[in-house]
């Protein structure tokens, strides 16, 4: 076997272990941001226990109906009352583009198109500049939008980044929770972006 052959299998080899978050034998955040085309399974789409939706105990003071993200938790709550809420697993942010902050739902889309912005265009110069809603879109099923700020909460193709900080900001779910989370949230719902539960 050529030299050149060995260097590019060994390259090749460890990019692919830093796609999958795994160097040295120990798990670290996923570094590949978007994978634009690729269609995930069904099996693929099966969460983690932790992260599958579920109702839970919940302690806030925020009213019902209410969405409240705990970035270092990596969990969207929807706000029920009487202590519950319901649950779910998201990718948050990467370090450096994580934010906490109050903003409103201001507008929902079905199937969102996806234009990089030109900062991710400059880190990722592969990308496409645009790519139309679909399976393998990396917006996924659909997406409900901050404020007039560029984060959302959206769907997405890959669903190995929930619970791992790897998004340019937004936050991610698996698509049929987020086709859940736009069934039951309304345009100017409040949402509440805490780096920890409230004490």
């Avoid at 990722?124 to 409900?144: D, I, V």
Wanted: glycine share 12%; hydrophobic share 35%.
């Amino acid at each position: 076997m050529s030299r050149l052959l060995l260097f590019v299998l060994i390259v090749l080899g460890l990019s692919g272990a830093v796609a999958q978050g795994q160097v040295g034998g120990a798990r670290h955040e996923l570094s590949v941001e978007e994978q634009p085309g690729y269609e995930p399974t069904p099996d693929e789409e099966n969460l983690p226990p932790a992260y599958q939706r579920q109702l839970v105990y919940f302690r806030t003071t925020e009213p019902p109906g209410t969405i409240v993200v705990t970035v270092s938790q990596r969990f969207l709550y929807v706000v029920q009352g009487n202590n519950r809420a319901l649950r779910y697993g998201i990718g948050v942010g990467r370090e450096g583009f994580q934010w906490v902050g109050l903003l409103k739902i201001s507008r929902k889309s079905e199937w969102p198109d996806w234009t990089p912005p030109p900062e991710m265009i400059r880190r990722q110069p592969y990308l496409p500049r645009f790519m139309a809603g679909g399976p393998g879109n990396p917006m996924g099923a659909r997406a409900l939008y901050l404020g007039s700020t560029v984060y959302r909460i959206h769907g997405t193709n890959q669903p190995n980044t929930i619970g791992h900080a790897v998004s340019s900001g937004c936050f991610r779910l698996v698509n049929k929770d987020v086709v859940d989370l736009y069934e039951r949230i309304p345009v100017g719902t409040k949402v509440v972006v805490r780096q920890a539960p409230e004490l």
